[in-house]
Structures are given as structure tokens and as C-alpha cells.
Antibody, heavy 123, light 106 residues
């Protein structure tokens, strides 16, 4: 079964850091671009970041650029999101997602999603 | 950045109705558009990709179309399990989402 499981969320003070992880199983992570998408409480979906299957192309939403870093370790079947200088507006449920197309780059959307991990930024 | 304007923000409908949801892109995105369904407390689910291609396992009552920079998701013969929130996402560049449309029971 293709599955993604996020972890690493929690309550953190403004200005601090947090690292999210996403463990993949049931497919070859190497072949797919991966994404982070977040959803603030009661709000819509917001794309956060994407990393290509070879890690040679990375993109960030303007709202997190310069503060968040996406990375992957294909040998560990894992995706990461390092979040620095966190702000209250970063409070959200963070989903990792698998790109639909092998060796693509978000062309056809996200076809597998994790259950999400909650990040709360508050003093 | 490409903006996606989704309408309506909510719609009330009955089982058996046809529901139409629209997304307008702020610039040309070709056919690079996907639609998702999200139910409360659940992760989104991919319904349609590349404007009109149905994701595996999605019922054929869901369909997508395009006219220029306007994209439409049509749900024919609405079923009880279709009451949810729907999002479009442009996958052309810096993949932005529309604001969502909540389909509610009339």
C-alpha cells in the first residue's frame, strides 16, 4: 500500500525552529517529486514547497521562502521540511504529498497524501 | 504568481443535482489544472488532473473542462458522499490552489 506518514509537528514559540518528516512506503521515492502543502485551521489549502525527484529543482511559496528548507533522503524513503523563524501565521496542518507523475514536477498534481502533522506557533 | 479565483465559495444542492464549480486563472496555464475533494478531517483527494483526466477510481459523474483560462468541475447526479469541499490547483508553475468551494446539502 502506498503510504505517507508525517511527523515532527508540535507547539513552538515564534522565532523558533521545527523539522517535519514524512516517511514514504509502498513506492520508490526516488522516482517522484514530493510536496508540502499546509492548511491553517478553517482555511483552504496552501502549497508550501516542492522538490524534484533528483533534488535539482526546488520551489517555495513566497510566504516561506528564506525560512523553510525542503530536502529528501531517498535512501531513507523520507522527505523533510526544516522550518526556521516560525511565525504565528505558519500555524497549520502540514501535509506531505507524492507527485502523480514519475519523474514529473507537479504537472499532474498530488495523488497520495499523508494524514498531516499539526504545527502550532504561539507564545 | 498565478492566482486562481474559485467560485462559488459555497453551493447548496440536493442529491441528484448537477453542480458546477469554476476556477479562473490570472494568466494562461494551458491544461495544467487539477481538482481535489476534501472531506472534514481528511486529506485532499485527487479527482481530476490535466483539466479533464479522471484519476483512477474516481466516479465518472465527475468531469472537468476548460475554456481559455476558465476551468470547470462538474458533478453530475450528486451523491451523498459528494458533499465536501473542492479545490482547484494550477500545476503550471508555483502550484497555487483556489480558495475552495463547499458543497452543502440543501
Amino acid at each position: 500500500e502506498v503510504q505517507l506518514v508525517e511527523s515532527g509537528g508540535g507547539l513552538v514559540q515564534p522565532g523558533r525552529s521545527l523539522r517535519l518528516s514524512c516517511a514514504a512506503s509502498g513506492f520508490t521515492l526516488d522516482d517522484y517529486a514530493m510536496h508540502w502543502v499546509r492548511q491553517a485551521p478553517g482555511r483552504g489549502l496552501e502549497w508550501v514547497s516542492t522538490i524534484s525527484w533528483r533534488s535539482d529543482t526546488i520551489a517555495y511559496a513566497d510566504s516561506v521562502k528564506g525560512r523553510f528548507t525542503i530536502s529528501r533522503d531517498n535512501a531513507k524513503n523520507s522527505l523533510y521540511l526544516q522550518m526556521n523563524s516560525l511565525r504565528p501565521e505558519d500555524t497549520a496542518l502540514y501535509y506531505c504529498g507524492k507527485d502523480k507523475s514519475p519523474k514529473g514536477y507537479f504537472d499532474y498534481g498530488v495523488d497520495v497524501w499523508g494524514q498531516g502533522t499539526t504545527v502550532t506557533v504561539s507564545s | 504568481d498565478i492566482q486562481m479565483t474559485q467560485s462559488p465559495s459555497s453551493v447548496s444542492a440536493s442529491v441528484g443535482d448537477t453542480v458546477t464549480i469554476t476556477c479562473r486563472a490570472s494568466q494562461g496555464i494551458g491544461t495544467w489544472l487539477a481538482w481535489y475533494q476534501q472531506k472534514p478531517g481528511k486529506a485532499p483527494k485527487l479527482l481530476i488532473y490535466a483539466t479533464s483526466s479522471l484519476q483512477t477510481g474516481v466516479p465518472s459523474r465527475f468531469s472537468g473542462s476548460r475554456s481559455g483560462t476558465d476551468f470547470t468541475l462538474t458533478i453530475s447526479s450528486l451523491q451523498p458522499e459528494d458533499f465536501a469541499t473542492y479545490y482547484c490547483q494550477q500545476t503550471h508553475s508555483g502550484p497555487t490552489f483556489g480558495g475552495g468551494t463547499k458543497v452543502e446539502i440543501k
